[in-house]
């Protein structure tokens, strides 16, 4: 859910209605395994729509309200209702609609700190929502009673940092040797070689698949995409319009190569998407 405010003040978004938004840095404990934490509430009637690109969060969303509507890659139909649920990584867009009602708190995981945080294949979670009662069990629901209760946005951070900290204090580290593999990629902008990163753990290329699917929710391939992708989408929009050059830069074969990996993992052209704030 999109939230742009620290003070918790109300913001009108043109077309959409009045929403509450805040969003937190996640406390010491949390670093590295949360990007941020997110209150979401809507106080009017009206329809909220908003598309997510390709990226690498891992959100747990806890809501008090009424459900989301959500599609990947596709318009959410009327089944399509998601109310508490953790969403593993997805290579594409994902539509997002509410109406007027939605309330809820949003913890953001890098894909690391969410294996961690879940102590669950991330291949359980990818391209699909799964329900809170499933991935936390009892804990989750009292969680989310917890905070139901909670008075305001403040006292609703406090929870949920204090009940992940817990969680991520009690959980085995991730494998080396995956966190290597993920920090490459990043650090590389997702040019490396799958076959040099195996090489260098002295994997073979399908060992590697096998347990960065499992730790990350996708293989080093389609993370590398996501990464290539986040980065050109970055470049776009710091003014530099040349996207021959962008491509280039970001490790595409030419620009008709960007234009469909723009396509496939955001649902629009470069120029388009680019354009949007």
Not at 162 to 183: G, N, P
Not at 241 to 261: K, P, T
Request: hydrophobic residues 40%; charged residues 25%.
């Amino acid at each position: 859910m999109p939230a742009e405010s620290e003070d918790g003040s109300r913001h009108e978004i043109p077309g959409l209605g009045r929403v509450e938004m805040v969003r937190r840095a996640p406390g010491p404990r949390l670093r590295g395994s949360v990007t941020d934490l997110c209150f979401y509430c809507e106080t009017a009637p009206g329809r909220f729509r908003n598309v997510e690109y390709a990226s690498l969060t891992v959100p747990l969303v806890i809501s008090f309200a009424e459900p989301f509507a959500i599609g990947l890659g596709r318009e959410p139909g009327d089944n399509d209702r998601f109310a508490s649920f953790a969403a593993g990584l997805y290579a594409g867009p994902v539509v997002i609609e509410s109406f007027g009602g939605a309330c809820c708190v949003q913890v953001n995981f890098t894909p690391l700190g969410a294996r961690r945080f879940f102590g669950l294949p991330m291949s359980e979670l990818t391209d699909r929502m799964v329900g809170l009662d499933d991935v936390l069990g009892p804990e989750g629901i009292a969680l989310r009673e917890r905070l139901g209760d909670a008075s305001d946005w403040t006292a609703r951070f406090a929870i949920v940092e204090a009940f992940v900290a817990a969680r991520l204090t009690e959980a085995r580290e991730t494998q080396a040797e995956i966190a290597w593999a993920y920090d490459r990629i990043i650090v590389s902008g997702g040019r490396i070689r799958v076959s040099s990163l195996a090489d260098r753990l002295g994997w073979s290329r399908k060992h590697l698949l096998g347990k960065f699917s499992n730790a990350i929710g996708v293989g080093p391939k389609t993370l590398s995409r996501i990464v290539r992708f986040n980065r050109a989408l970055g470049l776009s929009r710091q003014d530099k319009s040349d996207w021959a050059d962008i491509a280039a830069d970001c490790g595409y074969a030419d620009q008709a190569h960007l234009v469909r990996e723009f396509r496939d993992l955001a649902g629009k052209t470069p120029t388009t998407l680019a354009a949007r704030p």
